[in-house]
Nanobody, 121 residues
Framework: QVRLVESGGGSVQAGDSLRLSCAAS????????MGWFRQAPGKERDFVAA???????THADSVKGRFTISRDNAKNTVYLQMNSLKPEDTAVYYC???????????????WGQGTQVTGSS
């Protein structure tokens, strides 16, 4: 079994940047695709970005051009660089892993506990 732990969240002003990290432990995620999702209170958990083991990426339209997903397989770590943050980006951000790339939360078998991101106006 793989365990995922997110870090790097915080409260920032609109227009600022944050970098989230997701560290995998328990076993390596060799060959796995990784995704970032976010969920505001009372809302659905929505897709943000995903990356294959070899580095192919896809990003949601709402964050394209502002957020960038990346990974360092040697460190078993996935990142989400978030620039030009907006108040509507406020949510708990979750890291997820699965054997196959997906933009749907049902496509992932493993999830982290989440990290809070708050963008104030």
């Amino acid at each position: 079994q793989v365990r995922l732990v997110e870090s790097g969240g915080g409260s920032v002003q609109a227009g600022d940047s944050l970098r989230l990290s997701c560290a995998a432990s328990g076993r390596t995620f060799t060959g796995y695709s990784m995704g970032w999702f976010r969920q505001a209170p009372g809302k659905e958990r929505d897709f943000v970005a995903a990356i294959t083991w070899s580095g192919g990426t896809t990003h949601a339209d709402s964050v394209k051009g502002r957020f960038t997903i990346s990974r360092d397989n040697a460190k078993n770590t996935v990142y989400l660089q978030m620039n030009s943050l907006k108040p509507e980006d406020t949510a708990v951000y979750y890291c997820a892993a699965d054997r196959t790339l997906s933009v749907y939360k049902a496509g992932y078998d493993y999830w982290g506990q989440g990290t809070q991101v708050t963008g104030s106006s």
